[in-house]
């Protein structure tokens, strides 16, 4: 058997430890005779695994009191739906910060419900930045500002969170969530689509404050409504059981491997490796400005496409695989997320350095 290092961007590479422990207890989960998958959910052992998944993730991100933990389905994309309906309740309008195809169909959803003011764009600049902000466009009585902490497609991050007073600050963080440490006292609401950096696909995280939770108008369908979510603890109906269970295996995991000030370590270690080499290639570019760079994405071109094509072609007869951009921008993309280990972007780097080279020597 050889494991490939795969660059996808979700679902996504998952840490090698947790898949062979997820093996061990398939058959017959703690003495159970059965597999998490063949388990009630209101069955105490499944209760004992949703209950350790939330405490262990409370712990490592230093999730405050006064927040709820939601294990929910419908991706982070059913979300864009679900935040306008529970929090766009008063003035019906709300500031969103468009930094790409993840903050376009936020900003489709939300429009449904109200008004969408877009307070700064990167659209111009084919989000390869994330655009500057003036306070003075910010909304006084918006129902909340989101912004997309981390852009999976094309690999920018915020370097810093805007100042929105008393507005709640809504985080799109499916691709960045667990990859350092967060303060989420400053959030209103964080989501997450698991199949990042979090577990299989088939889970989405919610952490909501309590003040947050209630206003949805009545005639909201019951599973829609956080109100009923946050009252039956995630288990309105079956909540996504397995993907819970690899969910809370990776918060131990986490947790185990030194928390997310280690997580922040490694990443940081992973992306200066990989950008530092895209910035010294004769090659390969990173089309994106030095301060907004992800740690978690990592688009990169050549400029030419048939050799982008063959590289993606070459890299992944070399074990080295996934590594095409999103459709929308082309070129290749390597997420390197926490369960990605610096050996696969020390093989990544080269294998491009090969590549590099040969090609010199082609002209
Ligand atoms: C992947 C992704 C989504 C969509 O997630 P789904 O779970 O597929 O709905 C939304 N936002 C960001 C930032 C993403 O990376």
Redesign the pocket.
Known sequence: MTRAFNFS??PAVLPEEVLKKAQSELLDYDHSGMSVMELSHRGKEFMGIIEKAEKDLRDIMGIPKNYRVLFLQ???????AMIPINLMTKSKKIDMVHT???TK??ISEAKKFGTVNIVASSEGRNFTEIPALDPAKFSKDADYFHI??????YGTKFATLPDTGDVPLVA?????ILSEPVDVKKFGLIF?????NIGP?GL?LVIVRDDLVGHAPAGTPTLLDYKNLVEEESMCNTPPCFAIYMAGLVFDWIKKQGGLTEMQRRNQEKAKLLYDFLDESSLFDSPVKKEYRSLMNVPFITGNEELDEKFIREAGDANLTTLKGHRTVGGMRASIYNAMPKAGVEALIDFMKAFEEQEAANV
């Open positions: 961007a979700g419908g991706g982070a994309s059913l979300q864009f790409g195809q993840w169909k936020a997309c902490t981390n852009n999976t497609i799109d963080m499916s691709s960045n997450a689509g698991a199949q990042k696909a989405t």
